[in-house]
């Protein structure tokens, strides 16, 4: 019998922390096994960055707004929990991208012809990068992302392309981003041709052929939920049932007897096997007291600071240009790391005719703008 004010004690055979996206991928595959599992999550709702919230008539994505369709775990995850039906590609209009230079919204360049009439580049930069394939070197492991891209791109197509690209996917810096660790297809095609634009075109005839040996096509573009990305983790976390616990931060992690106690305001939890899907930082803290050679290098890791503005119109803003969004290199005078039109890419994103748009402030090169 449990006496008055004592913490109860539950066990499990897995116990995971942090109920983002990886831990609820997870314990959906464990539960699948038929793994006794628990998962704890901090927030009041489970999802991480994958949350999606309702406002006024807005669908807000708290974090990533699409999902690569070539990703066949997560449509497969996606299918499995029951989701297959409200899968949604990008609208066709949402195909267009643009790059940010000098105040004005270049398309981004996507043929030969487009590249070669693209103002978005000076005629020298265009000469450095048309001329990539000829200038055969080989990287070395200790490349960052601007040394690479320099020697590949020169530095203008450095600074506009890979730089714009860095912005959207990393928010990283690239001077301190690691080649390899970061683009390392990119960074694989110039090992093996001397070349990125080489390997790129040697990779693409491989990949076709590999497809062509596929039962069905594989799919392409980008996808997400009818209700938005959040509807994935929320399903997950639904299904789980009361394996997944919200409102439960782990707050000290003990071990005895070759079990995991994991301590939280509300009970008490042994687990034989422990999985930590919760941030580097998060784990450092929890890992520290007992393995501390682990804890200390997940402390070191440092994560980009950044902060997403959603911005919603009541009506349709003619100025922005139909497509996905635009990306903003280092350099050109503005605070934000690059901008999506949500209400472009997908339906139901707005009320009646109104837009939305997600700007990206902050990152590793200017953190302050937070
Ligand atoms: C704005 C933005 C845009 C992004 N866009 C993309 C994109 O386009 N493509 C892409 O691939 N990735 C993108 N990402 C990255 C992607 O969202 C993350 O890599 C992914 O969501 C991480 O999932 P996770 O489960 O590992 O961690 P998280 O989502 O951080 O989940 C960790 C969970 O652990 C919980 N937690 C922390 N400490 C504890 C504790 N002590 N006890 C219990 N729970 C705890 C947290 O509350 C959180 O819910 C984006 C991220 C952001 C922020």
Redesign the pocket.
Known sequence: MQARNEIPERSTEVLI????????ACAWQLHEADIELMV????AE?????RTVEDNGFRIE??????LASARDVFHLAEQVGLGPEIVPTRPEAAARFIARGGVLHSAPTGAWSFIKTGLLSSRAKWDLMTEPFRLQKGKPSDTAATFFKRRFGEEGARIIAGAFISG?YAGDPDLLSAPAAFPLFWGFERETGSMIRGAIRHRRRQKAQDAQLPSPPRKGLFSFRHGLGQLSRTIALRLGDRCQCS????AITRSHGLYLVS?PTMRISARELVL???PD?AS??LGPLDHALAEPLSRIPMAP?A?VHLGFQHKQGAIPEGFGFLVPRGEGVRSLGVLFPSRLFEHRAPGDGDLLAG?VGGMCDPRAL
């Open positions: 922390v942090g109920a983002g996206v990886a831990g609820l704890i999550e901090e927030r489970a999802g991480g960055n994958v708290m974090g990533p707004h699409t999902i996917v439960t931060p782990a707050t939280t899907a919760v941030p998060a803290r929890l950044v997403v990206f």
